[in-house]
Nanobody, 128 residues
């Protein structure tokens, strides 16, 4: 019932930056958390970051903490993932997702099972 569309992926050199966008539409009033995940070939889908849809508190995976920043613009119904100091191991398809559950902490939203609606993904490739 919630639609999400990612954009902003592409090819970037090691140490470079990309800014991903996720436009959320549909029943946005039911969304409590927007999360970003990534999946590389042959690997499981991995949690990256999450943000309360109605606030500014954020939570990050250790692998990206200090390099990535998640944010949201409520007026535009958009979440952003600013990725700096990119490494080849960041290469993956990046997905945004919306959760409707009401768990007490963002750390509770690391699992893919918490998210009911997913975007189509956008490819990020970091070359060395």
């Amino acid at each position: 019932q919630v639609q999400l569309v990612e954009s902003g992926g592409g090819l970037v050199e090691t140490g470079g930056s990309l800014r991903l966008s996720c436009v959320v539409s549909g029943r946005t009033f039911s969304t409590s958390v927007v999360g970003w995940f990534r999946q590389a070939p042959g690997k499981a889908r991995e949690f990256v970051a999450a943000i309360w849809w109605g606030g500014t508190s954020t939570y990050y995976a250790d692998s990206v903490k200090g390099r990535f920043t998640i944010s949201r613009d409520s007026a535009e119904n958009t979440s952003y993932l600013q990725m700096n100091s990119l490494k080849p191991e960041d290469t993956a398809v990046y997905y945004c997702a919306a959760a409707r559950s009401g768990r007490p902490t963002l750390a509770s939203y690391r699992a893919t099972s918490q998210y009911a609606d997913w975007g189509q993904g956008t490819q990020v490739t970091v070359s060395s």
